[in-house]
């Protein structure tokens, strides 16, 4: 741990006029300088938040993403709810509501229900726990960067707590013909919104990028005079 | 704006969309790879334009059937009901539940037309090479962004009626083929958002 941190002061260090970058909503070019744990930087073009500096980020990341990686297998695996009405019973997971739309003929609606509800989250949540768990070496795998690339492509497709407002609303249309009854899956489902959403917001990507083994083979101390032009560097 | 605003076209600088590494390529017209983390690097992303208002009009053209055809059609022992997304909000509104009613309304109807005309005239602006309110466009561009996914709320709803209410022969809802179009809306309409390019709002600003 110790040694780990040592490493994150080392890199701050080399850099300390701070980073040049372009801001991705507006392509200015800024200096980021060293933030104060907890504060956000701005690009003063656009307002878009350009760095975030997050206390004690991939422990707390990591620490929530397992969380959510057991609640994610129980949200999945237990009844969402269950349903009584003229002396019938029936019951459905998470995975269920795609499997009978495609047993009704539309199957690419149940295969993008699947995905945004099931697959791109637990994509999200698996690829974030290995490049966590790698990230605690030093330099961070490559391939480190090519997980959190694809599980960040996947956050943005899944879908939980849309799921979770739409069961809502299936609910009280059903609640005049049938009595509901919420199972585990329901409550783990809610659980899981609430992990994923502080996974976000505690995680700081940049963090894994600045220690990340590179792609092109150079050597960390390589880095900053290779990269980053000449000109424009002071 | 400003005159000379300095950004990373302007220097010949690329930054990656992946890892955020700000480089230096050797020919801006082929930029290659990142260095750091092996994505393809694109000074802009590439044919954003003509790309977006593809994915708006196939869209568009989605949303009519969407609305038209049926996306539930419920049986009970004595008759069969087509609901289409809009008679869903009506009944929604009957039964008594109006802020439902709302949220689906919103979700469903409004913010598909809304995304689809605000990325049309996001891509006009930036085609006529306006410079005018930018702040505010890439505003309207990060609520696009934003509030787009939570358009796939019908199709949840449907499923999961659907997959509750089959008491055969008593009572049974399938799905009509107006959801697959309403999904294909959705879908369309996001991955528009995905490819345009926010950057090419200040672009005209920066000469």
Known sequence: MLGMNQTIGENRMSQLPGELMACPDCDLLQRIPALPPGSKARCPRCGHTVASSKPDSMDRTLALAVAAAIVLIIANTTSLMGLQAVGREASTTILGGAVEMWLQGQEITALLIAFCAVFAPAIHIGFMLTVL????????????????????WHE????????MLGIMVALIKIAELARVIPGIGMFAAGALVLLIAAMTVSFDPHEVWERLEWANGETPSMRRESAVSKGVNP | MRAGVLTGIRLGLVSCESCGLLSRPL??????HCPRCGEELELRRHNAIQRTWALIIAAFICYIPANVLPVMVSNTLVSTEDDTI???VVLLYETGSWPLALIVLIASVMIPLAKLSALAYLLITVQRRSIEGQNDRIRLYRIVEFVGRWSMLDVFVIAFTVALIQLQPLMSVEPGYGVLFFAAVVVLTMIAAETFDPRSIWDSSNE
């Open chain 1, 156 to 163: 943005g497709w899944g879908m939980i707590e849309v799921m």
């Open chain 1, 133 to 152: 768990l790698a990230a605690r070496r030093s330099p961070v795998p490559w391939w480190a960067g090519l997980l959190l690339r694809w599980s960040e």
């Open chain 2, 27 to 32: 020919r801006v017209a082929e930029p290659g």
């Open chain 2, 86 to 88: 809009l008679s869903g």
